[in-house]
Nanobody, 127 residues
Framework: EIHLAESGGGSVQAGGSLKLSCVAS????????MAWFRQAPGKEREGIAY???????TYVDSMKGRFTISRDNAKNTLYLQMASLVPEDSAMYYC?????????????????????WGQGTQVAVSS
């Protein structure tokens, strides 16, 4: 059974930084595409960053230059480095994974692309 566990969330002031981690167990992530999603209260869960098995990355436009997704296959871990945070970044952040053969860059930001999800880590940014 695949288990994804996010950590690294917390409270930070606007302009600050946080680094989220997502540790996978029950699977070797090198054969998976992975992504970060977030969900703010009253809003749908949205994809914000994606990384494929070859470490190719894609971001939603509003995150480019502020967020960096990376992976360490040896540690079975996905990361999201977040900088220049603003209150609008406050949300529950989730990691997601799908076996590479079922991944398509054109659908990376869709929730239904991914079979495996973590429980989320909360990020709160104050002004």
């Amino acid at each position: 059974e695949i288990h994804l566990a996010e950590s690294g969330g917390g409270s930070v002031q606007a302009g600050g930084s946080l680094k989220l981690s997502c540790v996978a167990s029950g699977v070797t992530v090198s054969g998976y595409c992975m992504a970060w999603f977030r969900q703010a209260p009253g809003k749908e869960r949205e994809g914000i960053a994606y990384i494929d098995s070859l470490r190719g990355t894609t971001y939603v436009d509003s995150m480019k230059g502020r967020f960096t997704i990376s992976r360490d296959n040896a540690k079975n871990t996905l990361y999201l480095q977040m900088a220049s945070l603003v209150p609008e970044d406050s949300a529950m952040y989730y990691c997601a994974a799908e076996i590479t053969s079922r991944c398509h860059r054109s659908s990376w930001s869709r929730n239904r692309t991914y079979t495996h999800w973590g429980q989320g880590t909360q990020v709160a940014v104050s002004s």
